[in-house]
């Protein structure tokens, strides 16, 4: 089976999947019924439990960056029955009204990184998106949680620290929302292996020019719980 998951672990058909192990066990402990731990190789925590409606659902850490998140969901999809896998991350924002702690929906991902090209048509420049069935739930869900939310496509860059910064301003100029460093290799995955797959974030910080107050602490952790909750509300 996999050499990154352990082999007897049962996942649910739907995984939430946040960057940070210790944000998965928060998740666990604060927003899952009955929730046990089902693998944690290298640190990279997996909890199966119930969401508050009784919907089976798991939550397992994808680490950072596109080979990350591209181990472990091409393990869960080929090798543990998982349909749908639901990242949720922060995302640095590029434009003015997309501000600090609003929701991002990425419907498409662009980037720099490689990931891609063993799995694309020789020539063809593939776009990567995510499921349009969770999309337009997840799109559902946050308005009917009054959230603010954004629908559009997102850059998943292989750099978090940019030498040049001049990438930011292009960025804004096309439109493009956000970035963050995993949606692509997710997406690829779920298109390759006939999966779902979507990309939710909350905007942690912005690239956009605009002098944004930061949130606080409490304000951040609000917000990423919201973000929490839309994500369980697309439990099967
Ligand atoms: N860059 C890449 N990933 C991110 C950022 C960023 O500025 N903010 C949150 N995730």
Request: proline letters at 2%.
């Amino acid at each position: 089976m996999s050499v990154h998951i352990a082999n007897d672990a049962h996942f649910a058909k739907t995984v939430l999947m946040p960057g940070d192990p210790l944000r998965a066990k928060f998740i666990a402990d604060n927003f899952l019924v009955d929730a046990k731990e089902v693998t944690n190789i290298r640190g990279i925590h997996g909890y199966t439990g119930k969401t508050k409606e009784g919907k089976e659902i798991s939550v397992m850490a994808s680490g950072m960056g596109c080979p990350s998140i591209g181990i472990y969901s091409y393990e869960l999809f080929s090798f543990y029955g998982v349909e749908n896998i639901i990242r949720i991350g922060t995302a640095g924002s590029f434009q003015k009204n997309v501000r600090v702690g609003d929701v991002v929906i990425g419907l498409s991902a662009s980037s720099n990184s490689g990931y891609g090209e063993q799995l694309m048509v020789k020539d063809v420049k593939m776009s990567p998106c995510c499921d349009f069935s969770l999309a337009l739930k997840a799109y559902e869900n946050a308005k009917n949680m009054n959230l603010k939310v954004h629908v559009g496509p997102i850059y998943s860059s292989d750099c978090f620290y940019n030498v040049d910064d001049s990438i930011n301003e292009k960025m804004r100029n096309i439109g493009m929302l956000a970035v963050e460093m995993e949606a692509y290799a997710l997406y690829i995955n779920a298109w390759l292996l006939h999966k779902k797959a979507l990309c939710i974030c909350t905007i942690s910080d912005s690239l956009s020019g605009s002098n944004e107050v930061e949130l606080t602490s409490e304000e951040r952790q609000t917000k990423l719980n919201d973000m929490f909750k839309l994500a369980l509300s697309l439990a099967d």
